[in-house]
């Protein structure tokens, strides 16, 4: 009798097993063929973080030094001026994406809303040197690709503020 009670539960349990398997094979693929397929971006998606401009298309970064110190890696590294205005603005703004862990945390620190986190994603270079974005690769980014400002707290149901430069953009 404990025979056919074990063999009516590996039949049972085999045939459930393979009613997930039939299920799964008619439902719809979660994955993408990256990289001829692009994967859809989350508005909240964090990954390589920009320079802002306004729509004059000028800097908003004063050099405040605010982002350099919430990096909890060093990766970002600033040299100030001070211009004929007597504002300051960045002469060198520095980006090692090789450190960088996309924390947003500079983001945050940022009192002028200056930085963003683009939706760019794929960051490979041959050599270290090549993930160093200087200040008008980052200002360029910044101006051609999605971004979003992500605060602490904020719910992923809450709009983020996001941005689309006004030309080009990876389209995601």
Not at 57 to 69: F, N, Q, V
Not at 75 to 82: D, F, G, P, T, V
Not at 92 to 112: D, S
Not at 154 to 164: C, F, N, T, Y
Request: aromatic share 6%.
């Amino acid at each position: 009798m404990e025979l056919l009670v074990d063999t009516w539960k590996a039949a049972r349990s085999m045939f459930k097993g393979l009613g997930v398997t039939i299920r799964e094979f008619f439902s719809p693929p979660v994955t993408v063929q990256y990289p001829d397929q692009r994967p859809r971006i989350s508005p909240l998606f964090r990954g390589h973080p920009v320079l802002l401009s306004d729509e004059q298309g000028k800097l908003k970064c004063t050099a405040c030094m605010a982002c350099a110190r919430a990096c909890p890696v060093n990766a970002i590294s600033i040299e100030s001026a001070r211009g004929e205005d007597r504002k300051m603005y960045p002469k060198v703004w520095n980006l090692n994406m090789g450190r960088c862990l996309q924390c947003n945390l500079c983001v945050e620190a940022c009192p002028f809303d200056a930085l963003g986190m683009a939706t760019r994603f794929e960051v490979a270079a041959d050599s270290p040197e090549g993930l160093v974005y200087d200040l008008p690769s980052l200002a360029e980014l910044g101006r051609t690709h999605p971004y979003s400002r992500v605060m602490v707290g904020q719910k992923l149901g809450e709009p983020a503020v996001a941005g689309q430069a006004a030309k080009g953009g990876e389209g995601n």
